[in-house]
Antibody
Framework: QVQLQESGPGLVKPSGTLSLTCAVS?????????WSWVRQAPGKGLEWIGE???????RYNPSLKSRVTISVDKSKNHFSLILTSVTAADTAFYYC??????????????????WGQGTLVTVSS | DIQMTQSPSSLSASVGDRVTITCRSS??????LNWYQQKPGKAPKILIY???SLQSGVSSRFSASGSGTDFSLTISCLQHEDFATFYC?????????FGQGTKLEIK
């Protein structure tokens, strides 16, 4: 059973860089799945940050695109998130998740499952 | 970008009640719609994918329907463990987006 675990600093200074890693266990990251980052400001809703495939292909939320980079390291079976020029608005729980898929004919349905437990990143001086 | 709007934002109900949460997308997303349940301090949990398919291991008290722009999640015979916040999410295309959430509380 695939499990995901986020790791990284819990405190980042304003204008600094947020860096998190998601370790995948119980399965290979090189499957036919995309892998995503999702965040949630305390008490707020969910925001999709971006996704990556094991070949390095990636897509980002345009609202964050200029500041986000997601990368994959197949040798370590993990993927990472970098968010630059952070402000207090980037304070949130950051979750990594696998995009599970179901194919029916020409159609491919995706949903986020499983998720990591999440890690709180606070942006403060 | 596709906007997702849930209603109501909050809902009070009693154990044993049947409740329905609705979700509307800003454009036609066919049945690329997922539902999640999130409890305090926990990651969201998938309940329903592809608008109406129950995830393995999820109670059959949860059901969902819809297509196009209008969707609904119904919980029949509410149990204590069902009280949480629920989110819809469109999987039609990136950037994937979520509804603002519906908080289900015990009356």
């Amino acid at each position: 059973q695939v499990q995901l675990q986020e790791s990284g600093p819990g405190l980042v200074k304003p204008s600094g860089t947020l860096s998190l890693t998601c370790a995948v266990s119980g399965g290979s990251i090189s499957t036919n799945n995309w892998w995503s980052w999702v965040r949630q400001a305390p008490g707020k809703g969910l925001e999709w940050i971006g996704e990556i495939y094991h070949d390095g292909s990636s897509r980002y939320n345009p609202s964050l695109k200029s500041r986000v980079t997601i990368s994959v390291d197949k040798s370590k079976n993990h993927f990472s998130l970098i968010l630059t020029s952070v402000t207090a608005a980037d304070t949130a729980f950051y979750y990594c998740a696998r995009e599970s898929t179901y194919r029916s004919g020409w159609y491919e349905f995706r949903w986020f499952d499983p998720w990591g437990q999440g890690t709180l990143v606070t942006v403060s001086s | 970008d596709i906007q997702m709007t849930q209603s109501p934002s909050s809902l009070s109900a009693s154990v044993g009640d049947r409740v329905t949460i609705t979700c509307r997308s800003s454009q036609n997303i066919s049945n690329y719609l997922n539902w999640y349940q999130q409890k305090p301090g926990k990651a969201p949990k998938i309940l329903i994918y592809a608008a109406s398919s129950l995830q393995s291991g999820v109670s059959s008290r949860f059901s969902a329907s819809g297509s196009g722009t209008d969707f609904s999640l119904t919980i029949s015979c509410l149990q204590h463990e069902d009280f949480a916040t629920f989110y819809c999410q469109q999987g039609y295309g990136a950037p994937y987006s979520f509804g603002q959430g519906t908080k289900l509380e015990i009356k």
